[in-house]
């Protein structure tokens, strides 16, 4: 559809717009149309013709008309124009009137304020003369001196607004030499408060002070003369007496003391509710701040971390001087002010907690390192029992992982704020000792060089590695009960998000310790049996025997069966496997030994008896042979060896049946056992295959 506004744009080109509706409409309905138009606009002129004829005879003089016109016009505008240069006029004279009654009103407010000065000056001056000829109380002296504060305010505010003047700086040396006089005063009448433990001697010093905005002088007062001469008494009479040496509890003990004693009516007049006087922080930038100065200079020896234990003990003993000053701050915010100080940052800085942590880390870590790196395990004896931890463990390489899993939340050891990095070593410790139990099971598989600490697995016996799986048990044991419960009392005052991803994470780290426990008992297997086909090696001598032509069929089985199972009889029946595993763990080594044991017995006794096979029928074919050529001769000596095969299977048999008897003996039922069942169905009677009985 075309859009009828197309027709009125600047741009509108008929050609463009004739071309692009082509492909709307065909030409020939565009030329049929266009004649239509012609036809329309002819009607119009022929109808209106009159009209259009006269049109031009309507437009005569024009320019005479429109110059009557202008006239009225240009009058109009030149009112207009001086209308506006009278309003400009008054305009520029009213600024110039403004401007001038401004400077006027800030001239007279500069002269108010510099003859208020000087009034306030003179009155100052007076006021302090009347406080030194006068000899009143200090209370009444106080009172004064809050009084000449409230006006060295006032001076203070009428000077700013009088600056650089003749005048004003006249002033400047009496008002200095008056602000001098006032704080002496007010210096030794703020001390004399202080002595004399006068309260409202020192709400109106402190109110001076803050009225003059001289907080950090009021604070450097108390600093130097109350406090410094204490401190500076304790701390370096400790040093030099050698009495205590670097150890600061018993500093911080007299200091508290002195406190409580001396300086509690000062803070708690300074932090008392809306009384104005919470500008002032005696407790960091007059009491912490010389505490710090005095250790660095006399004691400086306690920052380092270089001496563990005596580091933690001063830093805890810090932590709780620390708290003890937070006790006097009235609220949660001053608190948060307090601990925000840059004082306060600073003593904290002082403390450099993560050497301290390497130091331990290389203290406990190397302890369990130097432990599991031992080429032979460590036992101890029933008699050290006082050595063990409780639970009982058996290996020192055991007894040392507790110890310093233990020894990450000690009270001596743990330090608070790096609780996250004694979590991250106990799982760590937990890691190091599954990997050395791991690391020992495969040194007896592998044929590459053994790594430190695996060198006793290779010669280790199975009741070796019963303490290996007694010991994990009990470590996994105390991790999930005491030894959780111990992290979690510790650490009470986290959030319960935090106690449970420590949770978490600690049984995390045992698991993995839980989990290497199957595979030490598939070692304890593998070892029984090994010791167990020794015996399997006279199977070679039963194949040869039974070939013999001249052996009768066997009746009994062969000697070797009854040492089958003699070392796996004398393992569980031995005090180690009796005292210290458990019932299911002694029901799961006998099933696995056995099972394993059976395997093999199957495929030792299934490939001889099948290699007899083979060679019996080797043999049974070259005496065909030779059969045919010497005629019926040998035909009897053919009789007598197809029968080998048959003792063979015979003896393996009876030997089975024994071999079961044994198992049955042990508390195990033989059909239960898939490689037993599959050694029977190969040397069974085909009459007794389906049945096996013992």
Known sequence: MVQPFLFISPVFDSESFISDLRTFVPFDTLRSHLSSRNRELLDHINRDYAD?????????????????????LLELREEINEFRGSVEAARVA???????????????EVLESSLDAFRVVSK??????????????????SRLLERIAGELNRLKFHMTHAQNLPFTESLEKRIQSASVLFDASLRNCFIDG????????LYNCLRAYAATDNTKNAEEIFRTTIVAPFIHKVIAHEAYAGTSGDELENDYRQIKHFFSKDCKMLLEISSTDKSGLHVFNFLANSILKEVLSAIQKVKPGVFSPGRPTEFLKNYKASLDFLAYLEGYCPSRSAVTKFRAEAICIEFMKQWNVGVYFSLRFQEIAGGLDSALTSASLVFIPDSDSDKRSSPVLMLGQSVTLLESLRSCWKEDILVFSAADNFLRLALQLLSRYCNWVSSAVDARKSNASLSPGCEWAVSATAEDFVYVIHDVNCVVSEVRGDYIGHISHYLSSCSSEVLDLVRKSMLQGVESLDNVLPLVKKTIIEVIVDKSVEELSQLKGIAATCMMSNKPVPIRHSPYVVGLLRPLKAFLEGDKARHYSTHETREELLLGTLTEMTRRYYELAAGRLSDARKTETYLQKSRQNAQKRAGAAASGVTDHN?????????????DLQEYGRNICALGLNPADIEPYCSLWKCVAPPDRQNTISV
């Open 642 to 654: 197809e029968s080998g095969t048959e003792k063979m299977c015979m003896q393996l048999f009876l």
């Open 94 to 108: 009213r600024a110039i009137g403004l401007n001038q009654r401004c400077g006027a009103a800030d001239a007279r």
């Open 52 to 72: 259009f004829a006269n049109l031009s005879t309507k437009l005569v003089d024009i320019d005479a008309t429109a110059g009557r016109m202008r006239a009225p």
């Open 194 to 201: 202080i002595n004399n433990r006068d309260s409202k001697v």
């Open 124 to 141: 100052v001056e007076k006021l302090i003369q009347q406080q030194q000829d006068g000899a009143s109380t200090t209370g009444t002296q």
